[in-house]
């Protein structure tokens, strides 16, 4: 997998990052259920989704992740990270997603997802996630580098 998690991590920090990176993995072949996994039960999980869902709560995360997994196929989503941070029982990454997919039955084409996760860690020491942005990014119009 393309996950950059820096040293220092707490342990379960660390494996829920790797449990969604293989269920990524898994929604580029069409199959949502291990991320539709991952996901927090709660009422106050967001979906702020690349296809330009909005959703509150886990029953409707549920069902739009369903939806999402019938579009994608033959290929995989792969995640590398540029944040990773966790304090208390609140982590998050702010990273990419790339994969080469099908999406809607169409021609293999490359898919770059730019997402942010929020997890939370629940009573049992479990990290879940409780919410995701991903949008495409846009066409770079000011470079730093000069």
């Excluded at 996950?3 to 929604?27: K, N, W």
């Excluded at 995360?61 to 540029?82: H, K, Q």
């Excluded at 944040?83 to 029982?89: K, M, P």
Aim: aromatic share 8%.
């Amino acid at each position: 997998m393309g996950e950059q998690v820096s040293g220092g991590v707490d342990p379960a920090f660390q494996a829920a990052i790797e449990r969604v990176g293989r269920a990524l993995a898994a929604m580029g072949e069409g199959d949502p259920k291990p991320f539709r996994a991952c996901w927090a039960p709660d009422a106050d999980t967001t979906l702020y989704g690349a296809f330009g869902t909005l959703e509150r709560g886990h029953d409707a995360i549920d069902a739009t992740l369903g939806w999402v997994g019938t579009r994608f196929s033959g290929g995989a989503l792969e995640p590398s990270y540029d944040a990773v941070h966790a304090s208390g029982d609140l982590g998050y990454t702010v990273g990419l997603e790339r994969g080469v997919v099908r999406v809607d039955g169409g021609e293999p084409r490359e898919i770059v997802i730019r997402v942010t996760h929020i997890y939370r860690r629940d009573a049992a020491g479990e990290w879940l996630l409780v919410h995701r942005h991903g949008d495409h990014p846009p066409a770079r119009e000011f470079s730093s580098a000069r």
